[in-house]
């Protein structure tokens, strides 16, 4: 059971497309398309809520869905080596939370990144590829591992690890 703006909607799953009892009485018509499926959710409401709950609740449906996948979404990161690419989770503990960054400058990255996501549409609009970059330089052990994972985390961004070294036809 579900409510949305007053309106009583009921789901119900749907198992094995070839049991007949999938609705108390379900019309003819939708008998034969239902067995197409084998399994699934059936959404049934009030008829003369259908403009309201096509237009409105099943967006909200779909978009609050998507946000739980990404938020719950395993971040990768693929590196390529030599060979095919390979995978793995990318749990590397940093943060923007960790005090290893000047405010300043965590700031001026995270504004950044922020108005980055925010012209998503806007680079499509104007027919720009939709990408950013920053060139990170520094002797070893100086962070900036740290700070790609701390960006890929906060933009839910998998992570790709090309060594062009290797890869040199030079």
């Known amino acids: 059971m579900d409510e949305f703006q007053d309106i009583k909607l009921k789901w119900k799953l749907i198992e094995n497309s070839n049991n007949n009892d999938l609705f108390e009485n379900p019309k003819k018509e939708y008998k034969h398309k239902l067995k197409e499926y084998e399994e699934g959710f059936v959404l049934?409401?009030?008829?003369?809520?259908?403009?309201?709950?096509m237009e409105k609740y099943i967006?909200?449906?779909?978009s609050t869905s998507e946000a739980i996948k990404a938020r719950?979404?395993?971040l990768k990161i693929h590196s390529m080596q030599s060979g095919p690419w390979k995978q793995s989770d990318l749990t590397h503990?940093?943060?923007f939370d960790s005090p290893a960054l000047d405010p300043d400058l965590k700031k001026a990255i995270i504004d950044d990144l922020d108005r980055f996501l925010r012209r998503k549409t806007l680079y499509k609009k104007v027919g720009k590829p939709w990408k950013r970059g920053y060139l990170l330089y520094g002797p070893p052990g100086?962070?900036?591992?740290?700070?790609?994972?701390?960006?890929?985390?906060?933009?839910k961004f998998d992570v790709y690890d090309l060594d062009l070294i290797k890869l040199s036809v030079f």
């Open 44 to 53: 049934s409401f009030d008829e003369k809520h259908r403009d309201k709950v």
């Open 59 to 62: 967006p909200h449906v779909l």
């Open 72 to 74: 719950n979404r395993t």
């Open 93 to 95: 503990p940093a943060s």
């Open 142 to 155: 100086t962070g900036k591992s740290s700070l790609i994972a701390t960006m890929a985390k906060y933009l």
